[in-house]
């Protein structure tokens, strides 16, 4: 009974406030007790310290919107967009329907073919014929009903729910299955005696100045502080910084210590200095909207002189070459870009440099933006480091040497170079290194020797500039052990504190 005594004595406030209510879900014991989910997660935690409860943790699907999913439950699904539509225009040419209908292009095409599937419209002569009744417009969907419905679980769900589910996963971001953890409290025979305690709310927590100078503590009771129960376990490696910028900074050091100096420059880019400066034609497929994001605003061009010359590579040539032979277009290169190589901060760099400046040595280390599907192979961001040697007397192995030197110091011995191609560089390497473990060669970029259509419209004359651009992300996720690339964005706190220093 003394045992008992104590330990209702050493329970703190937000133990006490849900002791009461242990019977509930963790949602009713929030209404009940006035406490948060973190602060009841918390006293559960001490209560199972102290063997008054046994917590059970168990997995669980739990089927929630997607963004798509939150944006159609306001406005309605694409479909059902379209049909309201048609209910004021029976008979409408595709056309002005898409142009009517506040959809993209892509739910436009969604919305005809999911209305034509269930015969609901006819296509005809480029027109959209209604074939629905009033009630067959007005109706809710399956799939309405069910978005109206989430979140829920991922288990007894009806027939027609399951089908519900199955056409939404095939749109994108309409719905997503999440795993939650669900956290079962079973509470003990201790529990059940401790319950049945009477429970004084009114401990004093601690001794204060004030309560000596009036005596406020007398005749008081204080709470019985507990000096045995296990504590939380406090992460070593607090504090410390992202594993990609632990990377980063000895990458850097990496350079400086060859004697390169930084180059810094903003994310967002020109076309001239991301493309056009770099001799990639106009027509290149990487300025395609799918493969780089546009921004919808026209950048500034730099001198005429710089401009002038530029145009001269792309049309005619120079230093003997015939040049891409067509018409360069000066809007094209105003397009304003996420930059998709570190490469635009070499271009700018040679564009500053002077005679005097010369021989030099650059590099960069940064991010860069692709438009591309993510998987875990691939990212719509990742980082590169770009390097450039300005000097008359370099040659081609200087280069290979400049590269090895650098693998070798993040950690790979084996190197390897192959032939390639890049449109500013003449001759090119592809850059593999030797993965000891899973014994492959693993490719991480390319390198070359500037073109004279790259260099004497920036330097004004054709001088040797080694250069290369090397993927940074995959050098580090062997080291770290990453699987997917996706994982180097994830903030997931506990696995940060958990990965290892960058040490080599």
Not at 178 to 186: D, G, L, M, Q, R
């Amino acid at each position: 009974m003394k045992e008992i005594k104590h330990l209702v004595m050493s329970l703190s406030p937000i133990e006490r406030k849900i002791l009461p209510f242990l019977e509930l879900p963790i949602d009713e014991i929030m209404s009940h007790s006035g406490l948060d989910e973190v602060s009841i997660q918390r006293a559960l935690e001490y209560l199972s310290n102290k063997k008054i409860v046994n917590l059970t943790t168990k997995e669980k699907e739990i089927i929630d919107l997607g963004e798509n999913g939150k944006k159609y439950q306001k406005s309605g699904l694409p479909e059902k967009q379209l049909l309201k539509l048609l209910a004021e225009n029976p008979k409408i040419s595709l056309q002005e329907a898409a142009s009517k209908a506040s959809l993209s292009d892509n739910e436009f095409k969604v919305a005809l073919g999911t209305l034509k599937g269930k015969a609901l419209i006819e296509l005809k002569e480029g027109n959209i014929i209604l074939k629905a009744s009033q009630d067959e417009i007005t109706k809710k969907t399956l799939e309405e009903t069910f978005l109206e419905s989430l979140p829920r679980n991922n288990k007894n769900l009806q027939p027609e729910e399951e089908l519900a589910i199955q056409n939404l996963k095939k749109r994108k971001e309409i719905i997503e299955i999440k795993k939650v953890k669900e956290k079962t409290i079973e509470i003990t025979d201790l529990g059940k005696q401790i319950q049945s305690e009477k429970l004084n709310e009114n401990l004093i927590e601690q001794l204060t100045t004030e309560m000596l100078k009036t005596g406020g503590y007398i005749k008081k009771q204080f709470r019985r502080y507990d000096i045995e129960s296990q504590v939380p376990s406090i992460s070593s490696s607090a504090g410390k910084s992202h594993f990609i910028n632990q990377t980063a900074k000895y990458g850097r050091k990496i350079w400086t210590d060859l004697g390169f100096k930084e180059m810094t420059g903003s994310y967002v880019q020109t076309s001239f200095w991301n493309f056009d400066a770099l001799f990639q034609p106009q027509d290149h497929p990487v300025r395609d909207m799918h493969d780089t994001f546009f921004l919808k605003i026209k950048g500034k061009l730099p001198n005429k002189e710089i401009v002038e010359a530029v145009k001269k590579a792309h049309e005619t040539g120079v230093d003997g070459s015939k040049g891409w032979r067509y018409k360069w277009d000066e809007e094209e290169a105003k397009k304003v870009v996420l930059r998709t190589h570190t490469t635009c901060l070499s271009a700018q760099t040679l564009a500053k440099l002077t005679p005097e400046d010369l021989p030099a040595k650059f590099f960069a280390l940064g991010k860069n933006f692709r438009n591309e599907t993510i998987d875990w192979s691939h990212g719509f961001e990742f980082n590169q480091t770009e390097g450039i040697v300005i000097d008359e007397n370099v040659t081609f192995r200087d280069l290979l040497g400049y590269l090895k030197e650098f693998y070798k110091k993040m950690g790979f011995e084996k190197v390897r170079f192959s032939p390639a191609y890049f449109p500013y560089t003449e001759p090119s390497v592809e850059v593999n290194v030797f993965h000891p473990e899973k014994k492959v060669w693993l490719e991480l970029g390319g390198a070359g020797i500037f073109r004279p259509e790259v260099t004497e419209p920036l330097l004004g004359k054709n001088i040797k500039v080694l250069a290369w651009g090397q993927g940074f992300d995959r050098i580090l996720t062997d080291y770290y052990k990453i699987k997917d690339l996706r994982e180097i964005a994830d903030n997931n706190i506990k696995q940060l504190r958990e990965k290892k220093f960058w040490i080599k």
